[in-house]
């Protein structure tokens, strides 16, 4: 009955920017810690950013500190990612996870549930 539904991925030119968004369903989104990854074709899985809950603390990789930004909206159940400065590097599978623990998870591992993941290709 948890869905995670990611949208907002599409092709952008280099320096462009992207919002994504990510829909939960079937959890008390306010209570769950949201997170963004991310794979490129024959690459790892890796970290992007997250949220916590209660008091919403954020982290990010360092590969988008400074370019990315991550939020929520409680009462829309949405986490967003905001991705500005785009570079062709950033082309990947974006997805959404949610996890109980109170503070942002880099590790995937640590994550409960998962969206099916939005297209980004940033081209050059």
């Known amino acids: 009955q948890v869905q995670l539904v990611e949208s907002g991925g599409g092709l952008v030119q280099a320096g462009g920017s992207l919002r994504l968004s990510c829909v939960a369903s079937g959890l008390t989104f306010s209570r769950y810690t949201m997170g963004w990854f991310r794979q490129a074709p024959g690459k790892e899985r890796e970290f992007v950013a997250a949220i916590s809950w209660p008091g919403g603390s954020t982290k990010y990789a360092d590969s988008v500190k400074g370019r990315f930004t991550i939020s929520r909206d409680v009462a829309k159940n949405t986490v967003y990612l905001q991705m500005i400065s785009l570079k062709p590097e950033d082309t990947a599978v974006y997805y959404c996870?949610?996890?109980?623990?109170?503070?942002?998870?880099?590790?995937?591992?640590?994550?409960?549930?998962w969206g099916q993941g939005t297209q980004v290709t940033v081209s050059s």
């Open positions: 996870a949610a996890t109980r623990i109170i503070a942002p998870q880099a590790m995937a591992s640590t994550y409960d549930y």
